[in-house]
């Protein structure tokens, strides 16, 4: 995908020292094209400046690289979503590579950010640190209660400690960085690699093959965990309004409802319908199912944001198999 490594967006031409430098890390990936897409279609304000940047601008986990990107763009806000990222079957490979980046990426960010002054950091968890063995559903009071599931050890214990560096930065420098707790997200721009990615990306490219190249779907697991999915760009609205109104340096979990939890079999006849695919769905079973299930309560963010909708599952999963479709070739995969 050919993408300039830092882009702007912005309602005003001119910027004042009132202006809000937002700078958005990760750009490039899911939830950073999602975040950008809200906010070149109407959600910028006018004294807010929304700076995109990827690996290319910066390497996040060298030091020196991220001092000078901030030196450059002098943010007074971050959404910070660069990470090492994959689905289940990346994660159970590399859990030592997961743990040693985003952890040297993490504290990078912070502690730069806290060098720098900056106002606000928004990081980004994720539900499948939380305990395996948990009471359901789960809420933002467990993140620390219990080993995490053993198939994303290093990417967990990595991502707990930011929520343990929040605490730290208030405590003793009175800082407000945060961090949003999402479920499994899918949307446009995803990472449609079938060895690497996440489910739905992977399903919706295995159903290309097979209506492309006449190769067999398959589902890998049994189809029976269940997984709680979030639209990409709910979640970009969701965390536009974490950095301009959420002040508290506790997460906060941004999901659909327990009762929006899906199945993988679910989820996968989902997108043979999104992708209008009438061939047979074979299921592996030698394949790890992973976490049975992370079902996580979303009551905080509805107390929050009582009249937030959601896209329904069915159509923001067929707007996904479509954008896939189109953009086949620039796609990641
Ligand atoms: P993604 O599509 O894989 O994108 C990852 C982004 O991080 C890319 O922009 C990538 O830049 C950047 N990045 C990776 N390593 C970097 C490095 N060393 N230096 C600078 N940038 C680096 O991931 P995503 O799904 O958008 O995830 C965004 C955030 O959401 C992450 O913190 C992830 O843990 C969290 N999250 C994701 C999910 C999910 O289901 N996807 C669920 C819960 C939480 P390049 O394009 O230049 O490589
Ligand atoms: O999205 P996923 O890889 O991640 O989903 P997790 C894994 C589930 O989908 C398992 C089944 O039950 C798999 O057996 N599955 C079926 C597939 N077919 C496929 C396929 O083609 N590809 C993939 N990937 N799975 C991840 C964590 O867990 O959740 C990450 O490992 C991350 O760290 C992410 O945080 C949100 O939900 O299991």
């Avoid at 340096?249 to 941004?254: E, F, G, H, R, T």
């Avoid at 009582?306 to 954008?323: G, L």
Wanted: glycine content about 6%; overall charge neutral; proline content about 4%.
């Amino acid at each position: 995908m050919s993408q300039s490594s830092l882009w702007e967006v912005r309602s005003s031409p001119s910027q004042t020292d009132s202006t809000k430098i937002i700078l958005v890390t990760g750009g490039s990936g899911l939830v950073g094209k999602a975040i950008e897409h809200v906010v070149s279609t109407g959600e910028c304000r006018e004294e807010e400046k929304w700076v995109f940047v990827t690996s290319k601008e910066a390497d996040l986990s060298n030091a020196d690289a991220v001092k000078k990107l901030f030196d450059k763009v002098k943010p007074t806000h971050v959404i910070h979503l660069a990470a090492m990222v994959g689905g289940l079957f990346r994660n159970m490979k590399y859990n030592l590579d997961f743990l040693r980046k985003n952890i040297s990426i993490n504290d990078n960010v912070l502690q730069t950010s806290y060098e720098h002054g900056v106002q606000k950091v928004v990081s980004c968890l994720s539900t499948c640190i939380f305990p395996d063995k948990t009471t359901y559903p789960i809420d933002e009071t467990m993140v620390h209660n219990g080993p995490p599931h053993d198939s994303n050890f290093g990417y967990s214990h990595a991502k707990r400690l930011i929520d343990v560096q929040n605490k730290a930065y208030a405590q003793q420098h009175g800082c407000m960085y945060t961090s949003v707790i999402p479920t499994n997200v899918f949307g446009p721009h995803d990472n449609f690699n079938i060895d690497n990615g996440h489910v739905l990306p992977g399903l919706m490219h295995k159903v290309y093959l097979a209506k492309t190249q006449g190769t067999e779907f398959t589902v890998w697991g049994t189809g029976s965990p269940r997984r709680q999915f979030i639209y990409s760009r709910d979640l970009a609205r969701l965390f536009i309004w974490a950095l301009r109104e959420y002040d508290e340096i506790d997460p906060i979990i941004l999901s659909v409802g327990e009762e929006d939890e899906a199945t993988i079999k679910e989820a996968a006849e989902m997108v043979v319908e999104g992708m209008d695919y009438s061939g047979e769905i074979k299921y592996d079973t030698s394949k790890a199912d992973g976490q049975f299930k992370k079902t996580a309560s979303n009551a905080k963010l509805m107390k929050y944001l009582p009249n937030f909708q959601f896209t329904p599952f069915k159509q923001a999963v067929k707007e996904t198999c479509d954008w896939f479709t189109r953009n086949y070739d620039m796609a990641r995969k």
